[in-house]
């Protein structure tokens, strides 16, 4: 079965300073991932998706992630933080041969400090 | 273009009653997902349809929990006999169609307590 841990449950971060989200998976063959950030009394609005190709992708908001197989990791980073990025963010894997439907990881909540 | 809306937004029920959460999707779209955040189970799948075919029911919890897609369109998630357990976000997805690159769009949730 699929699996996602997020290993940080909060993570402090100085505004204008760099973020780094650890996210580990265990899925059966190439995953399908995903990074989602909800903000207060917000739903889930997709940052990034992994689906093949480049191991590096690009997001919304100015955030990337890398998909390093070797790690079964998919990190989500942004080099410069705002203080709207105070959120949570939940990495995700798609089941291919079901329908993609979603097994979250149990989130990160950010918090920017002024 | 609207996005997925949810009804109600909240909830509150006494235990022992069924409720009905409504999802509908962004129009055209062939996909919709339930999923459900709790506080001790986390953002957990129910149940998902794509177009005519059954639905993939592996992520509930229990024969309470049902759900049907009328149309090809809304959505009633319905529990009957709630427990307090049951308390929790109900998230309603769509997509149009079950690819990596066909990205879920959420609702805001249906917020159910159970007294």
């Known amino acids: 079965a699929q699996s996602v841990t997020q290993p940080d449950i909060h993570i402090t971060v100085s505004e204008g300073a760099s973020l780094e989200l650890r996210c580990n998976y265990s899925?059966?063959?190439?995953?399908?991932l995903f990074w989602y950030v909800q903000s207060p009394g917000q739903g889930l609005q997709l940052l990034l998706k992994?689906?093949?190709?480049?191991?590096l992708v690009q997001g919304i908001k100015g955030f990337e992630a890398e998909f390093k197989r070797s790690q079964s990791s998919f990190n989500l980073r942004k080099p410069s933080v705002h203080w709207s990025d105070a959120a949570e963010y939940f990495c995700a894997v798609g089941a291919r041969a079901a329908g993609n439907k979603l097994t979250f990881g149990g989130g990160t909540r950010v918090l920017v400090k002024p | 273009g609207a996005g997925v809306s949810q009804s109600p937004s909240n909830k509150v029920t006494e235990k022992g009653k069924d409720v009905e959460l409504r999802c509908d999707p962004i129009?055209?779209?062939?996909?919709l997902y339930w999923y459900r955040q709790s506080l001790g189970q986390g953002l957990e799948f129910l149940i998902y349809?794509?177009?005519?075919?059954?639905?993939?029911k592996s992520g509930l919890p229990s024969d309470r929990f049902s759900a049907e897609r009328t149309g090809g369109s809304v959505s009633t998630l319905t529990i009957q006999r709630t427990q307090q357990e049951d308390s929790a976000v109900y998230l309603c997805?769509?997509?149009?169609?079950?690819?990596?690159?066909?990205?879920?769009?959420f609702g805001p949730g249906t917020r159910l307590t159970v007294l």
């Open positions: 992994y689906f093949s190709g480049d191991t």
């Open positions: 899925y059966g063959a190439t995953p399908y």
């Open positions: 349809f794509q177009g005519n075919s059954a639905p993939d």
């Open positions: 997805a769509s997509s149009s169609g079950t690819g990596s690159y066909n990205e879920q769009f």
């Open positions: 129009s055209g779209h062939t996909a």
